[in-house]
């Protein structure tokens, strides 16, 4: 089983921004379909971006994160990226990124505090 590796989370001011890395092992990285979720303590997960195979060329937002959140990734570095801009105190959660059959990663802390 395949199991990511997230990082880039941290403590940024409400405005700020993050860029949250997702390193997958294995050669097939390139026909993954690959998503971002991320979870409260106390509440489900949630769906936050997803991005296609290949090129990526179709992105997928949550209604909460659309036009503040982008999802990319680089096949050559086995990683899928999130970057987030005008982060807001309630996107405060741990991230997670999952691929097909993939086993869930430790996930990276993202906290938006003054």
């Known amino acids: 089983q395949v199991q990511p590796v997230e990082s880039g989370g941290g403590l940024v001011q409400p405005g700020g921004s993050l860029r949250l890395s997702c390193a997958v092992s294995g050669s097939l990285f390139s026909i993954y379909f690959m998503s971002w979720y991320r979870q409260v303590p106390g509440k489900q997960r949630e769906f936050v971006a997803s991005?296609?195979?290949?090129?990526?060329?179709?992105?997928n937002y949550a209604d909460s994160v659309k036009g503040r959140f982008t999802i990319s990734r680089d096949n050559a570095k086995k990683t899928v990226y999130l970057q987030m801009n005008s982060l807001k105190p309630e996107d405060t959660a741990v991230y997670y990124c999952?691929?097909?059959?993939?086993?869930w990663g430790q996930g990276t802390q993202v906290t938006v505090s003054s």
């Open positions: 991005i296609s195979s290949g090129s990526g060329s179709s992105p």
């Open positions: 999952i691929g097909p059959n993939f086993d």
